[in-house]
């Protein structure tokens, strides 16, 4: 027979992984977000002290925060097609370098730009099937601390790169989050404290001690897009970019004690 306690703490660890089962697992990043995700957790468990009265109750609450994202993450792209493999990559690496000196033109700091992805690929015609060239991309991420310059940002790259350039994505964050934890979390504690006392209620019983906190954190993006505006053109012309709305979602998994 297990003990009362030890039937908590396996109810407990049954519902964190319900918990975060039911939200996306991915890995949250406070210093730079993925650049494609949409959605973001993170799950942390508190035990507070054993049951005294050997009867509990387990609820779950859900509460959400809300803020204006300030700072995005860019992902840039140079393609150029050859008809070998070394003219393509140093088509490609000219257009990296007209890329990167226009960022840098733009205020980007070294810290903030990133190579994403580097690849060579054969194209061919159909049947019978022909090499007709190569093709080299290298990918680049950079965050934009401040919002207002994006457009600045893609116009720049559009006039330094050309026809070569692809413009593969955007995502919108808040970079300090704690003022939305903050407001999410105050909501899901007070949600669950009103479902504890209904099932303490309908079982005649009263609302105790805390015993315990299991917590899922989700974060969606303000905004994403993939393949925003496809391939630029030379002649400038910049995105212009709204913010939108960040929510944060915190779910609670908390356990009382209920008292007679």
């Known amino acids: 027979m297990m003990s009362a ?13 319900a918990l975060a089962a039911s ?3 991915l890995v949250m990043s406070h210093d730079r977000p993925a650049a494609t995700s949409a959605q973001q957790t993170h799950l942390l468990t508190t035990a507070l002290a054993a049951s005294t009265t050997g009867n509990t109750v387990t609820v779950v609450g859900v509460g959400n925060g809300t803020g204006t994202p300030n700072s995005a993450q860019l992902q840039f792209a140079v393609s150029a097609t050859r008809p070998n493999v070394h003219d393509a990559v140093s088509a490609a690496s000219t257009d990296v ?9 733009q205020g ?8 994403a992805s580097i690849w060579v690929q054969t194209q061919t015609n159909c049947c019978p099937q022909v090499t007709t060239g190569y093709t080299a991309s290298e990918g680049i991420t950079v965050t934009v ?3 207002n310059n994006v457009t600045a940002l893609t116009e720049a790259a559009v006039n330094a790169v050309g026809n070569d350039l692809q413009i593969n994505g955007l995502n919108l964050y808040v970079a300090d989050q704690s003022a939305m934890l903050k407001t999410a979390r105050a909501a899901a504690m007070s949600d669950a404290a ?3 006392q209904d099932y303490a209620q309908l079982s005649g019983h009263h609302v105790g001690g805390l015993v315990g906190v299991s917590e899922v954190i989700s974060t969606g993006s ?10 630029g053109s030379a002649g400038g012309g910049g995105f212009p970019v709204a913010a939108g709305q960040q929510t944060v979602t915190v779910t609670v998994a908390v356990t009382y004690d209920l008292a007679a």
């Not at 306690?5 to 992984?17: D, P, Q, S």
């Not at 370098?97 to 033109?105: D, E, F, I």
Request: proline share 0%; glycine share 12%.
């Open 5 to 17: 306690h030890t039937r908590l703490l396996v109810l407990c660890g049954f519902l964190i992984a």
């Open 194 to 196: 009103k479902k504890a």
């Open 23 to 25: 939200v996306s697992a």
């Open 108 to 115: 980007a700091q070294d810290k903030d730009i990133q190579t």
């Open 145 to 147: 601390n401040h919002i």
């Open 222 to 231: 303000g905004f994403a897009c993939d393949q925003c505006g496809g391939k």
């Open 97 to 105: 370098t007209r890329l990167l000196g226009a960022l840098r033109g």
